[in-house]
């Protein structure tokens, strides 16, 4: 490793390495100029869409100042428009898609790396991702034919025993009603809707990275488990689980971020509602991104501009959600294997 | 290596030094006492046990929920039979084992059931919507035809080809832009290097999961609202070239990277200079790995609507021309026609969806071949 000095002194200066970079060729230097300056226009094409998007949030900005954080109205009549029910109701769907796709992606990770036979891991890994190749348009349009009228009676069962929970409750809905035609629109088109469509297309995303760190966990410490007599599940929880939580933190964020970036799913199966509530089984509510698609056509260029800044403030913190989520899976994957 | 042997049978009767006299390497009698002992596999009691428990669960469950409580719907149904078989199960094990078989047998049961759930939900949804888009699909006007009819409810009118078209056509232009842009900023992250690169990965990372309303917003903005280019095929693929990009360029980035370093210093040592070595070693070598980056960004692209939404306008006829007038896709078309009250529009947004599904699945496949034949001849 250390380089010893030469012994004798006399050699020293006959034992001076000859230069053999000759320079870089013209060929080369071409190509690491132009391979470096289509890396620069990536760059630049990346970094102004959050340029682009801040300055053109500007006029918005000017219009609003902060009040547009704490207004839950988008009344374009009146020009009173504000991020507060957006933002409430992008947390909340994402929530509920979270709640229910991380249990599953879970299993499901776990199913794939302890349970299920060595042979049919790779299909069973394929089909994960195959569920995370369907569009969210396809979970969107089941959510919205197939889902939403089993998920409102759910939704009825929920309020009728758990009712008394401040965000499960419907109020003006009577969940022992007899006339359940009537009842049921009253628990379709929720967040709770809404978000069991986004959980179906997280869930692969979230399963995906916690499945590949629980393949990484040390087959050392597996067999030490198992040789110490621990059963399958002593393993998971002694070996697997404990490794992995980082992975399953970074899963989660990924998750997170997908479902609050969320868009068609969403705005095919809510009824936009401006209320800032966080009962998620009643009918109605908006996000950030499905209140951008359904009003950018029809706005001036004042309401445009509070599109824009609304769609900053999802940009920024699904920027933020992912930045950490990358950092702790990275974490996770470099050196926190133990060798025996 | 092979000096001490599991034996089942003898459990205690001799010492394991007993067995591990004289182990002959040549022998194949040591290899049949030397097999492993499969500790994973499920004995008849477990059997029996699991078995019994649903049956026993099953009865109990479709007597108190059918005939005593007033309860009803097949989903109430299977939950009550899922927890009832739990109880029933831990009581059947916790009487001859202990806790520690017990949690084990639990979790189990509890992971196994959850992974059938999420498969059936991978199922459900794309057998569905087969199903229901199966009524538009047998009828040949729906590929041949734009969304014209005199009666919106006969489905031997009216079809989905400018959609069709609209999707082949804005793929076709954001391969034409991500590709080499996204191959050749990969070759600068893992061949060229330098303290940019890590800028440039950083950031095209994190872009990765850029959500597609912001890519949609951008173009909106950046071209047509500011530049007044108007809404077209082009400016929707350039919006989803925005968002296929760091896909693209991150997965073809860990392909090139996956590339042996050997075969890059050969090159070299038989005096080729970096671009050619770049040209013709390494990315031959990660040909299949830029496909399968290819093909992940072009799945996730086909099925974006937002952008397209956003920056293409929406048409029920066909345009071909992708450089002006309003164009759409796929995506768009599920997404407008979904909501309408009639149930043949939602029938032949269901067909669209199986289209959409179908070349989804097709690219998937591909990328699968390509996947496990990778690295087959070269390296």
Same mark, same amino acid.
């Given at each position: 490793?250390?380089?010893?000095? /030469?012994v004798?002194?006399? %050699?020293?200066?006959?034992?001076?390495?000859?230069?053999?970079?000759?320079?870089?060729?013209?060929?080369?230097?071409?190509?690491?100029?132009?391979?470096r300056?289509?890396?620069?226009?990536?760059?630049?094409?990346?970094?102004?869409?959050?340029?682009?998007?801040?300055?053109?949030?500007?006029?918005?900005?000017?219009?609003?100042?902060?009040?547009? &954080?704490?207004?839950?109205?988008?009344a374009?009549?009146?020009?009173?428009?504000?991020?507060?029910?957006?933002?409430v109701?992008?947390? %909340?769907?994402?929530?509920?898609?979270?709640?229910?796709?991380v249990p599953?992606?879970?299993?499901?990770?776990?199913?794939?790396?302890?349970?299920?036979?060595?042979?049919?891991r790779?299909?069973?890994?394929?089909?994960?991702?195959?569920?995370?190749?369907?569009?969210?348009? $396809?979970y969107?349009?089941?959510g *919205?034919?197939?889902?939403?009228?089993?998920?409102?009676?759910?939704?009825?069962?929920?309020?009728?025993?758990?009712?008394?929970?401040?965000?499960? +409750? $419907?109020?003006?809905?009577d969940?022992?009603?007899?006339?359940?035609?009537?009842?049921?629109?009253q628990?379709?088109?929720?967040? &709770?809707?809404? @978000?069991?469509?986004?959980?179906?297309?997280?869930?692969?995303?979230?399963?995906? $990275?916690?499945?590949?760190? &629980?393949?990484?966990?040390?087959a050392?410490?597996?067999?030490?488990?198992?040789?110490l007599?621990?059963?399958?599940?002593?393993?998971?929880?002694?070996?697997?689980?404990?490794?992995?939580?980082?992975?399953?933190?970074?899963?989660?964020?990924?998750?997170?971020?997908?479902?609050?970036?969320?868009?068609?799913?969403?705005?095919?199966?809510i009824?936009?509602? &401006? +209320?800032?509530? =966080?009962?998620?089984?009643?009918?109605?509510?908006?996000?950030?991104?499905?209140?951008?698609?359904?009003?950018?056509?029809?706005s001036?260029?004042?309401?445009?501009?509070?599109?824009?800044?609304?769609?900053?403030?999802?940009?920024?913190?699904?920027?933020?959600?992912? %930045?950490?989520?990358a950092?702790v899976?990275?974490?996770?994957?470099?050196?926190?294997?133990?060798?025996? | 290596?092979t000096?001490?042997?599991?034996?089942?049978?003898?459990? +205690?009767?001799?010492?394991?030094?007993?067995?591990?006299?004289?182990?002959?390497p040549?022998?194949?009698?040591?290899e049949?006492?030397?097999?492993p002992?499969?500790?994973?596999?499920?004995?008849?009691?477990?059997?029996?046990?699991?078995?019994?428990?649903?049956?026993?669960?099953?009865?109990? $469950?479709?007597? =108190?929920?059918?005939?005593?409580?007033?309860?009803?719907?097949?989903?109430?149904f299977?939950l009550?039979?899922?927890?009832?078989?739990?109880?029933?199960?831990?009581?059947?094990t916790?009487?001859?084992?202990?806790?520690?078989?017990l949690?084990?047998?639990?979790?189990?049961?509890?992971?196994?059931?959850?992974?059938?759930?999420?498969?059936?939900?991978?199922?459900?949804v794309?057998?569905?919507?087969?199903?229901?888009g199966g009524?538009?699909?047998?009828?040949?006007?729906?590929?041949?035809?734009? =969304?014209?009819?005199?009666?919106?409810?006969?489905?031997?009118?009216?079809?989905?080809?400018?959609?069709?078209?609209?999707?082949?056509?804005?793929?076709g232009?954001?391969?034409?832009f991500?590709?080499?842009?996204?191959?050749?900023?990969?070759?600068?992250?893992?061949?060229?290097?330098?303290? =940019?690169?890590?800028?440039?990965?950083?950031?095209v990372e994190?872009?990765?999961? *850029?959500?597609?309303?912001?890519?949609?917003?951008?173009?909106?903005?950046?071209?047509?609202?500011?530049?007044?280019?108007?809404?077209?095929?082009?400016?929707?693929?350039?919006?989803?070239?925005?968002?296929?990009?760091?896909?693209i360029?991150?997965a073809?980035?860990?392909? *090139?990277?996956?590339?042996?370093?050997?075969?890059?210093?050969?090159s070299?040592?038989?005096?080729?200079?970096?671009?050619?070595?770049?040209?013709?070693?390494?990315?031959?070598?990660?040909?299949?790995?830029?496909?399968?980056?290819?093909?992940? @960004?072009?799945?996730?692209?086909?099925?974006?609507?937002?952008?397209?939404?956003?920056?293409?306008?929406?048409?029920?006829?066909?345009?071909?021309n992708?450089?002006?007038g309003?164009?759409?896709?796929?995506p /768009?078309?599920?997404?407008n026609n979904?909501?309408?009250?009639?149930?043949?529009?939602?029938?032949?947004?269901?067909g669209?969806a199986?289209?959409?599904?179908?070349?989804?699945?097709? *690219?998937?496949?591909?990328?699968?071949?390509?996947?496990?034949?990778?690295? @087959?001849?070269?390296?």
């Amino acid at each position: 490793m250390t380089n010893a000095k /030469p012994v004798g002194t006399a %050699t020293v200066d006959v034992d001076t390495p000859r230069a053999i970079d000759p320079g870089l060729p013209v060929a080369d230097r071409v190509f690491r100029g132009g391979a470096r300056a289509v890396g620069l226009l990536v760059l630049a094409i990346m970094a102004s869409i959050g340029v682009f998007m801040f300055s053109e949030s500007g006029i918005a900005f000017d219009e609003f100042g902060w009040s547009f &954080f704490t207004e839950h109205r988008w009344a374009l009549e009146t020009n009173q428009l504000g991020v507060l029910s957006l933002l409430v109701g992008t947390v %909340t769907v994402a929530a509920v898609a979270i709640a229910i796709a991380v249990p599953f992606a879970l299993t499901t990770a776990l199913f794939i790396t302890e349970y299920a036979p060595l042979r049919a891991r790779r299909t069973l890994i394929a089909l994960v991702d195959l569920m995370a190749a369907v569009p969210s348009v $396809v979970y969107g349009l089941v959510g *919205l034919i197939l889902f939403q009228p089993y998920l409102a009676d759910i939704a009825r069962w929920i309020h009728d025993f758990f009712g008394w929970i401040a965000i499960l +409750d $419907v109020p003006g809905a009577d969940p022992d009603t007899t006339n359940w035609n009537n009842t049921a629109h009253q628990y379709t088109s929720s967040a &709770f809707i809404a @978000g069991v469509a986004v959980a179906l297309m997280v869930m692969p995303v979230c399963a995906a $990275v916690m499945r590949e760190v &629980f393949s990484q966990a040390p087959a050392g410490e597996r067999e030490a488990a198992l040789a110490l007599g621990g059963t399958r599940w002593g393993v998971i929880r002694s070996v697997v689980l404990p490794f992995g939580r980082s992975g399953i933190v970074g899963g989660t964020m990924l998750g997170l971020g997908r479902a609050l970036g969320e868009t068609i799913a969403i705005a095919l199966i809510i009824v936009p509602a &401006f +209320d800032v509530k =966080l009962r998620i089984l009643e009918n109605g509510t908006i996000t950030i991104a499905s209140q951008i698609i359904l009003r950018f056509g029809e706005s001036s260029p004042l309401q445009l501009s509070a599109l824009m800044f609304a769609g900053l403030v999802l940009f920024v913190f699904t920027l933020i959600v992912n %930045t950490i989520a990358a950092a702790v899976v990275s974490r996770s994957r470099s050196g926190a294997a133990t060798e025996i | 290596m092979t000096t001490v042997a599991t034996k089942e049978t003898g459990a +205690d009767t001799e010492p394991p030094e007993a067995q591990a006299t004289e182990p002959d390497p040549d022998e194949p009698a040591v290899e049949e006492a030397d097999a492993p002992r499969r500790i994973r596999s499920a004995d008849a009691d477990d059997r029996i046990a699991q078995v019994g428990s649903a049956a026993g669960s099953l009865g109990l $469950v479709w007597i =108190l929920y059918h005939r005593v409580l007033p309860t009803e719907g097949l989903l109430g149904f299977v939950l009550c039979w899922w927890i009832a078989f739990l109880l029933l199960y831990a009581l059947v094990t916790v009487q001859r084992h202990g806790r520690v078989v017990l949690v084990d047998r639990i979790a189990a049961a509890v992971v196994r059931s959850a992974a059938v759930v999420v498969a059936a939900a991978l199922v459900t949804v794309i057998a569905y919507t087969f199903w229901r888009g199966g009524e538009a699909l047998v009828h040949a006007n729906f590929y041949t035809e734009d =969304l014209v009819f005199d009666d919106s409810t006969d489905l031997s009118q009216g079809g989905i080809r400018h959609a069709i078209v609209g999707t082949l056509e804005m793929m076709g232009l954001s391969i034409a832009f991500t590709l080499p842009l996204g191959v050749a900023c990969a070759v600068f992250l893992s061949e060229v290097r330098g303290r =940019l690169s890590r800028i440039v990965r950083t950031i095209v990372e994190a872009m990765t999961a *850029l959500p597609s309303i912001a890519a949609g917003l951008f173009i909106l903005v950046a071209l047509i609202l500011a530049l007044g280019v108007e809404q077209s095929g082009l400016a929707a693929s350039l919006a989803l070239s925005v968002m296929m990009l760091p896909i693209i360029t991150r997965a073809a980035d860990v392909g *090139l990277r996956l590339v042996p370093g050997g075969l890059r210093e050969a090159s070299l040592a038989l005096g080729a200079s970096q671009w050619r070595t770049v040209w013709h070693v390494v990315l031959p070598t990660a040909r299949p790995a830029l496909a399968t980056a290819l093909i992940i @960004g072009v799945a996730r692209g086909v099925g974006e609507t937002s952008p397209v939404v956003l920056t293409a306008g929406y048409t029920n006829f066909l345009n071909a021309n992708p450089l002006s007038g309003w164009q759409t896709s796929l995506p /768009p078309f599920i997404y407008n026609n979904a909501r309408l009250p009639e149930e043949e529009m939602v029938v032949r947004a269901f067909g669209a969806a199986s289209v959409l599904l179908t070349i989804v699945l097709i *690219l998937f496949v591909i990328s699968r071949i390509i996947a496990t034949h990778r690295g @087959g001849r070269r390296s």
